[in-house]
Structures are given as structure tokens and as C-alpha cells.
């Protein structure tokens, strides 16, 4: 596990919100299957998560990085999000 449980509670939070699964938010966890688990995320739904990620973690993801392993489970998005939070603080840090 290479993410904080505030990381793991926000994408969840997010993934909940921008889906619209609201009756299936006690169910999540960080082993959740995303891509071959929930019919709702297709690949319109994968541009709109990631989009409500970057305004929630103030992060940019390129598109490069919308791939099947990083949205594999809930917990390989939180992973994934960590380390761009992470890139993030050393990238303002150097310029600032």
C-alpha cells in the first residue's frame, strides 16, 4: 500500500460522485476491480474521472497515464494519484 487513507477515502469519494454509485459507496475498497468490475466506467466515464481527480487533488494527468494498470483497482488509482501528488509538491518546490 502505497497511498494514505485520506488519498484511498478521496479517490473513492470521487469515483462515488462522478459515477453516480452513491448506493454502492459502503461497498468500495482499495482492492474494488475498476475497469472490469463496474459497467459504469467506460472509456467517456475514464476521462471524466480523471478530470474530477485533477480538480480534487489539484494534479494534472496526462493521457498518456489513463491506463488499464493504473485503473485496474480503487487501490492502484489511489497509488497512482499518491505518486502524482507527490510529483506535484517537488515539481512547485522546484520552481518556486
Do not use: N
Not at 487533488?57 to 491506463?67: A, H, M, P
Not at 492502484?76 to 506535484?88: D, H, I
Request: aromatic share 4%.
Amino acid at each position: 500500500m502505497r497511498y494514505t487513507e485520506a488519498t484511498l477515502d478521496g479517490v473513492i469519494r470521487v469515483i462515488v460522485t462522478t459515477l453516480g454509485i452513491e448506493e454502492r459507496a459502503d461497498t468500495l475498497e482499495a482492492s474494488t476491480r475498476l475497469l472490469d468490475g463496474m459497467p459504469e466506467l467506460h472509456s467517456m466515464a475514464v476521462v471524466a474521472l480523471a478530470v474530477a481527480l485533477e480538480r480534487e487533488f489539484d494534479l494534472e494527468i496526462d493521457d498518456e497515464d489513463l491506463t488499464g494498470e493504473v485503473f485496474e483497482t480503487i487501490g492502484t488509482l489511489a497509488e497512482f494519484v499518491e505518486e502524482c501528488c507527490s510529483t506535484s509538491q517537488l515539481t512547485r518546490t522546484e520552481a518556486g
